[in-house]
């Protein structure tokens, strides 16, 4: 897709898939960070690492159980707060208690019937070497995270603010609000093998922790938070692939410099201090 | 003075509301009828079921048993449509200083039930939120994120945000806690001017010097109950309150 500006097909790959999956989950950071379910990434991670453990025992595809296990845990994140009267972040908890303890079982069982087990693999992608059929599904994850937030932002904005307030109102929360896990979930589960887990966690939190510094609204929120990201994520790509160093740690340790620059220039903590 | 209002809007036949994991319900056989344009005060000790009985008319809260209809809808099985149609103001709010929401912002969600799904907010909407942020005298603050607003401010913006549904029925869960005398008396004459134009108030509050200069309807709650139900003057509601054995102070 970015043939045009980019020669080298290595160096073009992983700045698109750089780009849409930071674009993606930069996006619906903002809503991560704002309904407090940070811990998404890791319950997420679990799950595919769970269904990965499944698909190498039943001798099936180890990627598409990865997948299927954390769509299952997508599905179940918000009935399961609901019905047990437990934050999302409770939830969460006990989603990645399971999938850890489903992990470990099948992992223990196979080393006892001497076959050895790699999934591991799946929770660390490597974004230098991607198929493009990978790069277009990381496109279509994006672009799903922004039609979705386009289409529902009234009722994401409200259930955002305060889900008692937005009932009362007269949005349908309890339907968005599965929504929003779901897709959130989603993403997180089908970017995961490809991207890996380091990358990930670091685009679902900082750059709407490097937003929300700057900004005012939510709405500048979501547009300020992929802009960093992507800015951010093609940088560390390009500067670990000229000067041959791991792209996703650099990158990761280049959203921290970012995000420590924010908090210090932040017009918000400027404010507080004069107060005080 | 007898009130003149119009037909019920009002209506709650044997309502019994529960808690999920509550030993018995939180309201028990209550029944109400309230006329369109009636100021209804609620009162009872800390505990009575006020606030349960304000979210079960709009239909936030289960209702096991009996039945409730509002602006022409069940609760049971229509309360999105309701609750578009009234407005309820929850007790005790207060927003963190890095909320990124600004007051326009806040004031137009009032609407968001009203626009619909998949629609943007139009000229009806913003003239809308430019009227109930007048009406409370904040159109200042519209550009001004809401967490850095006083406890009464931020009161200002979600009772703005009510109004902005121009709705049928106000619902108002300690409306004036957190403000002034003055924000008081200038609430209290919007309040009296809505149910003048025919909006229901139904009003749950400590603050009884600040009813309107009008007869209101006094209806006490002890335990999940209705124990009393009358018409009385504004200065006299305190003491209808104290009759009933449940202290004014804890209303």
Known sequence: MLEFLIQNNIVCHAVEAMLFASIACAILGVIITQIHISSIGFTMAHAAFAGAAVGMFLSVNAMVTAIIAGVC???????????????????????????????????????????????????????????????????????????????????????IFNKKIAESVGIQVKPVYYAMLFVIALTVALCLPIIGGLLLYVWLVTPAAIALQFCYRLSAMFVAAPLVAAAISVSGALAGLEYSLPVAPLTAVMFSVVFIIAVLLSPKRRVTFRKS | MPMNHGGPIIEIMGVYTAYEGADRPTLQDVSLTVRRGEYVVIGGPNGAGKTTLLETINGMLPITHGDAVVCGHNVRGDGCRVR???????????????????????VMMGRFGK?????????????????????????????????????????????????????????????????????????????????????????????????PDRPVRVVVMQEGRIVLDRECAPGLVEQVIRSTGGSAANA
């Open chain 2, 84 to 106: 578009c149609r009234v407005g309820y103001l929850l007790q005790n709010f207060s927003f963190d200083p890095l909320t990124p929401f600004t007051v326009g912002e806040v």
């Open chain 1, 73 to 159: 845990v997508a599905f179940l994140i918000g009935p399961l707060s609901d019905k047990a009267r437990v934050s999302p972040d409770t939830a969460l908890g006990l989603l990645f208690g399971i999938s850890m303890a489903v992990a470990i079982f099948f992992i223990a069982y196979m080393q006892t019937l001497g076959r050895g087990f790699s999934a591991m693999g799946l929770l660390f992608g490597d974004v230098i070497s991607l198929y493009r059929e990978e790069i277009y599904l990381l496109a279509l994850i994006s672009v799903v995270a922004v039609v979705f937030v386009v289409v529902l932002y009234k009722e994401i904005t409200g259930i």
């Open chain 2, 115 to 211: 626009i619909g799904l998949f629609r943007k907010p139009g000229l009806e909407d913003h003239e809308a939120v430019a009227r109930a942020l007048s009406l409370l005298g904040i159109r200042d603050l519209a550009s001004r994120p809401i967490g850095q607003l006083s406890g009464g401010q931020q009161q200002k913006v979600l009772l703005a945000q009510n109004l902005a549904r121009n709705p049928e029925i106000l619902l108002l869960d300690e409306p004036f806690s957190n403000l002034d005398m003055f924000a008081r008396e200038s609430i209290n004459a919007l309040l009296s001017r809505l149910v003048s134009e025919g909006v229901t108030v139904v009003i749950v509050s400590h603050a009884f010097d600040d009813l």
